[in-house]
């Protein structure tokens, strides 16, 4: 799926097989990437292949939202910039929170406790320091075990 227009782009890159929550989890975790600045998504992207998981990517929030909002169930995890032209990151939440039942984790190099405690009171599931260790994005997938554990509870 790959997707260009003037209110901005997405691009899908798939690893090998979607995830089926049983023998190959958490290979194939669709994850939606949300990053204004081209060389994080690109980063991002290639960490998170190397983890086997499927990524989409969006430069701005808007077109994330239209993506979530088009392909209901079509992803298990957002991870998303928390300063953005179009709509933060915040912003961006809430809406996924009010709409969707999705985990999202924020991502910024702003590490003051004031707006990592803003993420964290809004609904995210985690906050994230740029750069980010491609070790810690093994593990999100524990996120959306969490998440789906608490649903059928």
């Given at each position: 799926?790959?997707s260009?227009?003037?209110?901005?782009?997405?691009?899908?890159?798939?690893?090998?097989?979607a995830?089926?929550?049983?023998d190959?989890?958490?290979a194939?975790?669709?994850?939606?990437?949300?990053d204004d600045d081209?060389?994080c998504?690109?980063?991002?992207e290639?960490?998170?292949?190397t983890?086997?998981y499927?990524?989409?990517?969006?430069?701005?929030a808007?077109?994330?939202?239209?993506?979530?909002r088009?392909?209901?169930?079509g992803?298990?995890?957002?991870?998303?910039?928390v300063?953005m032209?179009?709509?933060?990151?915040?912003e961006?939440?809430?809406?996924?929170?009010?709409?969707?039942?999705?985990?999202?984790?924020?991502?910024?190099?702003?590490?003051?406790k004031q707006?990592?405690?803003?993420?964290?009171t809004?609904?995210?599931?985690?906050?994230?320091?740029?750069p980010?260790?491609?070790e810690?994005?093994k593990?999100?997938?524990?996120?959306v075990?969490?998440?789906?554990?608490?649903?059928t509870?």
């Amino acid at each position: 799926m790959n997707s260009s227009n003037g209110n901005g782009s997405m691009s899908t890159a798939s690893s090998s097989g979607a995830w089926d929550g049983r023998d190959q989890f958490p290979a194939g975790l669709r994850v939606l990437v949300v990053d204004d600045d081209p060389t994080c998504l690109m980063i991002f992207e290639k960490m998170l292949k190397t983890c086997l998981y499927q990524v989409t990517k969006c430069n701005k929030a808007e077109t994330a939202l239209s993506v979530l909002r088009e392909h209901k169930n079509g992803f298990d995890i957002v991870i998303s910039d928390v300063h953005m032209p179009d709509m933060d990151g915040f912003e961006l939440l809430k809406h996924i929170d009010s709409e969707m039942d999705l985990p999202v984790i924020l991502i910024s190099a702003d590490a003051t406790k004031q707006i990592v405690m803003k993420g964290v009171t809004y609904g995210a599931c985690d906050y994230l320091i740029k750069p980010v260790r491609i070790e810690t994005l093994k593990n999100i997938w524990q996120h959306v075990v969490r998440k789906k554990a608490r649903n059928t509870v």
